[in-house]
């Protein structure tokens, strides 16, 4: 069997990848504490690894969001008339087809869903989905971008009215005010009247919250440490992979919960790539992500602050996730 190889919008050329990935890794890995951000665990096997996590009986976020889209897709859809949906960190796409399915047929003139734009930094994610998605809907306009989401989204594809979509909770990797400038980017994006969809994961229990990053089966732990591998073969480093543990914890005064690699034993990492050699002793722990939990009240001002009030909001039965549709403001 033959498949059409899937072109992509290449928003991040290999050079500026390279020169953003020695960036972060000098920057992260000579503060105090040290730390890496979370958009390099996703080369191909990240990818994988994350869309393995989202399928662990620990990992409610994803199934919690998902059933909150399913019962929702055709309001959303209704409300939002989307001609162009736009997805920000997109990854498989996959509970995305039911906001599709909703979007393309909402009316009976036939004017729903004409294209649906994915965007992610992971190239390999993008093509599965993207390939996955043109054969799954061939009257649909499918075009995968590879970008960085915190950078400008302007201007985004049509056409309108257009929807962004950011699902997954993704938003809790941002540090309040990488958040900030991320959602006035997304506003400033969208026409008046046009709407940004939201998933957020909220505060709730915490043994339930830190199971969801540490499972017992060690994915959540291998995908971690994958970002140790990508910094060894994309900048030639000798980090030893295996000897940094996974953790997750609960920060109560941030409401995040903090992934980090913990050294086992002493090292001098050496990272000619970033021309930087770091001293990393035995029990120091990298932060490698953060994931925030939010307050539906607390997250519906910052949204209402840079012009996206919330029009409508949606949380499960144990109010343990949330998707708000906001409408930028006339
Ligand atoms: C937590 S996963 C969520 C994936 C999917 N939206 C879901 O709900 O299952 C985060 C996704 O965002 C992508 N990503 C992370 N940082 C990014 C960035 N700075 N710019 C674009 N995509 C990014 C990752 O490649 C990954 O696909």
Do not use: C
Not at 141 to 165: K, Q, W
Not at 168 to 184: D, M, Q, S, Y
Not at 309 to 322: H, Y
């Amino acid at each position: 069997m033959t498949t059409t190889p899937v072109d992509l919008d290449i928003r991040i050329p290999t050079d500026n990848r390279a020169q953003a990935l020695r960036a972060d890794v000098r920057a992260g890995l000579t503060g105090s504490p040290k730390s890496l951000p979370p958009k390099w665990f996703y080369d191909a096997h990240g990818s994988d690894l994350f869309d393995a996590i989202t399928e662990l009986d620990e990992y409610y976020p994803t199934r919690t969001e998902r059933q909150l889209i399913v019962e929702h897709a055709d309001d959303i859809a209704a409300l939002t008339g989307t001609a162009t949906l736009i997805e920000l960190g997109s990854g498989s796409s996959d509970k995305t087809r039911r906001l599709i399915d909703a979007m393309s047929t909402h009316r009976d003139d036939g004017s729903g869903l004409q294209h649906y734009a994915p965007l992610d930094v992971s190239p390999s994610a993008l093509r599965g989905a993207v390939g996955r998605l043109r054969a799954e809907y061939p009257g649909l306009r499918v075009d995968g971008i590879v970008a960085d989401f915190t950078g400008t989204l302007a201007p985004l594809p049509g056409p309108g009215p257009r929807t962004v979509a950011f699902l997954g909770g993704t938003i809790g990797n941002l540090e309040p005010t990488a958040r900030k400038r991320f959602l006035t980017n997304v506003s400033a994006a969208l026409e008046p009247g046009e709407h940004f969809l939201l998933g957020a994961g909220l505060v709730a229990d915490e043994t339930a919250m830190q199971r969801a990053y540490d499972d017992a089966s060690g994915v959540t732990a291998a995908f971690n440490r994958n970002v140790l591998t990508v910094v060894n073969r994309e900048l030639g480093a000798d980090f030893d992979v295996d000897s940094y543990r996974h953790v997750a914890v609960w920060n109560a005064d941030d409401e995040w919960i903090e992934m980090r690699l913990r050294a086992t034993h002493d090292a001098r990492v050496h990272i000619p790539g970033a021309d930087l050699a770091v001293d990393v002793a035995a029990d120091e722990e990298i932060l490698t992500e953060i994931s925030a939990k939010f307050r539906p009240d607390t997250l519906s001002a910052e949204l209402a602050a840079v012009g996206l009030p919330v029009q409508q909001l949606w949380t499960d039965p144990a109010d343990r996730f949330a998707i708000f549709l906001s409408s930028k403001r006339l």
